[in-house]
């Protein structure tokens, strides 16, 4: 049996949610209807990072593309919610409707109005917090690292668990102290020796302050790690071209004759 597609592109959410159902069904998708939470989760982030990947590049005709397939993701997990009688669509529409109402009472409610946006982010973390003590369980008090994703990148969960540590005075005063713990980190990691635990512990510490360095300066590590990869990735692409050139792949050449490109590549940029 075939299954009728819509006849054109359609605005209505309603269409894509029934499509979902279709390729779930019995005579759907079998790729689709063999999927999990737990396998559909990774295609999430990645959709989320190609969303973030659209806006760094200011590709916004790709980025509505982009978005649905993000939203593709959050009805894909809906519809498998609801085949399980866990929550439907409606559910998720109605919970974060809610959230939004709830904490924006300065807009929907009678707080009156907020004089500032630092004001406004003052308002909204407490609002969170309250939340956080109402879902802690067994009357105890909820940590205010509490709902810091685990999911997250490391990189960007390590920034976020230090703004909610410095958002109680955990925090180093100024960034030249930053610094020097980065150092103190770096020596540990060369007196790590050769145990491979102890150095990946080290390293890890040694990442995690570096965020805090960036936090400190105000910017986003995650950004900043990503443009890096960019530039090598860019600079490294100009090695082989040179050398591809000469008949030749980067395996054939030797370290010196590698970086000697790469500082070509470098005042390339420079122009």
């Known amino acids: 049996m075939t299954n009728p597609a ?22 759907g998708c079998p790729w689709d209807r063999s ?13 989320a990072y190609e969303v973030a ?15 649905g397939d993000l939203l593709f993701q959050v009805v894909f997990h809906a519809r498998m919610a609801e085949e399980a009688g866990l929550f439907s669509f409606g559910d998720v ?4 409707t809610d959230k939004m109402i709830r904490r924006h009472p ?7 109005a907020a004089a500032n946006p630092h004001s406004q982010k003052l308002a909204w973390e407490e609002l969170k917090a309250k939340e956080r003590q109402a879902k802690a369980k067994d009357g105890k008090t909820a940590s205010i690292l509490d709902d810091v994703p685990l999911a997250l990148p490391a990189l960007l969960r390590a920034d976020k668990l230090q703004r909610r540590a410095a958002s109680v005075g ?14 103190e980190e770096a020596r540990e990691v060369v007196e790590a020796g050769s145990d491979p635990a102890k150095r990946a512990e080290e390293i890890g510490d040694l990442l995690f302050v570096v965020a805090n360095l960036a936090r400190h300066l ?4 995650e950004a900043a790690l990503r443009a890096a990869n960019a530039k090598f ?11 591809e050139t000469q008949g030749r792949q980067a395996a054939d050449a030797s370290l010196d004759e590698m970086e000697a490109l790469w500082q070509a590549a470098k005042r390339t940029e420079q122009g």
């Open 6 to 27: 819509p006849t054109k592109p359609s605005c209505d959410i309603a269409d894509l949610l029934e499509i979902m159902r279709v390729l779930r069904g019995p005579d």
């Open 35 to 47: 999927q999990s939470f737990q396998t559909i989760a990774p295609y999430t982030v990645e959709e």
């Open 53 to 67: 990947a659209s806006i760094e590049d200011r590709d916004y005709n790709a980025l509505p593309d982009e978005l």
């Open 93 to 96: 529409v109605a919970a974060v």
């Open 106 to 112: 300065h807009v929907f409610g009678d707080a009156g």
């Open 170 to 183: 955990f925090d180093w005063d100024n960034a030249a102290k930053v610094v020097d713990k980065i150092a």
């Open 218 to 221: 105000k910017v986003d590590p």
């Open 233 to 243: 990735t860019r600079r490294f692409k100009f090695i082989e071209a040179a050398l």
